[in-house]
């Protein structure tokens, strides 16, 4: 179990960029497009800024890994990694599908992990053992076969540029409900048990390390895409355990 006091401090940390954020939501904000063409906001730095100036004031020992503002004090026994804004077309859009990461390692390993809603008010924390979604526990749905499943992924445009489309495509034809739509507030929803697969084929550090104590914290696993390990991946698979060896099945065929 993590300490209570790093809970309630990846609880502060949210508070404040969530405050922030809903500020700038459905406002006329100005986008930014960064080197590879993704987009950002005042908001986006803003929060990451603010959740930045809290750690250094709370644990100044502490390295920090930021999508807006790179990495600071490296090697640190502890590491805080902040997506702001994950999902930051859809906050530009207007839509409420984006969300606040925010994970806390320990040598390397994800111990905690925060997805945000700030518009929606709903946060779900999970540590590897339990997860809550506003301090009530949730699990992962049971789900052993494809053809019940839910199953959420991001731009299968992605897909086809990294793994190719016609696995991808089996598979969304297989299931009983498929929605194009990604980012962290998906591996909300699977760990809350309204979904039961959720594919990603690109991620960033900054992605993934938040999502990995929240889907295993509600019962559930997560891989890459070949089915290797989650820490430092660069794709990923969520699912239930009777689920997910299916879904790399289908995904990956021999």
């Given at each position: 179990?993590?300490?209570?006091?790093?809970?309630?401090?990846?609880?502060?940390?949210?508070?404040?960029?969530?405050?922030?954020?809903?500020?700038?939501?459905?406002?006329?904000?100005?986008?930014?497009?960064?080197?590879?063409?993704?987009?950002?906001?005042?908001?986006?730095?803003?929060?990451?800024?603010?959740?930045?100036?809290?750690?250094?004031?709370?644990?100044?020992?502490?390295?920090?890994?930021?999508?807006?503002?790179?990495?600071?004090?490296?090697?640190?026994?502890?590491?805080?990694?902040?997506?702001?804004?994950?999902?930051?077309?859809?906050?530009?859009?207007?839509?409420?599908?984006?969300?606040?990461?925010?994970?806390?390692?320990?040598?390397?390993?994800?111990?905690?992990?925060?997805?945000?809603?700030?518009?929606?008010?709903?946060?779900?924390?999970?540590?590897?053992?339990?997860?809550?979604?506003?301090?009530?526990?949730?699990?992962?749905?049971?789900?052993?076969?494809?053809?019940?499943?839910?199953?959420?992924?991001?731009?299968?445009?992605?897909?086809?540029?990294?793994?190719?489309?016609?696995?991808?495509?089996?598979?969304?034809?297989?299931?009983?409900?498929?929605?194009?739509?990604?980012?962290?507030?998906?591996?909300?929803?699977?760990?809350?048990?309204?979904?039961?697969?959720?594919?990603?084929p690109i991620m960033n550090p900054w992605d993934i390390a938040a999502v990995i104590p929240v889907v295993r914290g509600a019962g559930a696993v997560?891989?890459?895409?070949?089915?290797?390990?989650?820490?430092?991946?660069?794709?990923?698979?969520?699912?239930?355990?009777?689920?997910?060896?299916?879904?790399?099945?289908?995904?990956?065929?021999?």
């Amino acid at each position: 179990m993590v300490d209570l006091e790093f809970r309630l401090f990846a609880e502060e940390l949210a508070q404040v960029a969530g405050s922030i954020i809903r500020r700038y939501y459905r406002s006329a904000l100005a986008v930014e497009e960064k080197e590879d063409t993704s987009p950002v906001t005042q908001a986006d730095k803003e929060a990451e800024e603010a959740m930045r100036e809290l750690i250094h004031r709370r644990y100044p020992e502490h390295g920090i890994l930021g999508e807006e503002h790179g990495e600071e004090n490296a090697g640190s026994e502890y590491r805080w990694v902040l997506d702001p804004v994950d999902g930051t077309k859809s906050f530009v859009l207007g839509m409420p599908l984006f969300v606040t990461l925010i994970a806390l390692e320990h040598r390397g390993q994800p111990i905690l992990g925060v997805i945000d809603q700030p518009i929606l008010h709903e946060r779900v924390i999970g540590d590897g053992t339990e997860t809550r979604l506003n301090g009530t526990p949730v699990r992962a749905r049971s789900c052993a076969s494809i053809k019940d499943a839910y199953l959420l992924a991001t731009d299968p445009i992605l897909v086809e540029k990294y793994f190719g489309r016609t696995a991808f495509d089996q598979l969304n034809r297989a299931v009983k409900c498929y929605r194009c739509t990604g980012d962290g507030y998906a591996y909300a929803l699977l760990a809350a048990g309204f979904v039961d697969i959720v594919l990603d084929p690109i991620m960033n550090p900054w992605d993934i390390a938040a999502v990995i104590p929240v889907v295993r914290g509600a019962g559930a696993v997560i891989t890459d895409w070949r089915g290797g390990e989650a820490v430092g991946a660069s794709s990923s698979i969520a699912a239930s355990g009777e689920l997910h060896p299916k879904v790399i099945a289908t995904l990956n065929p021999r």
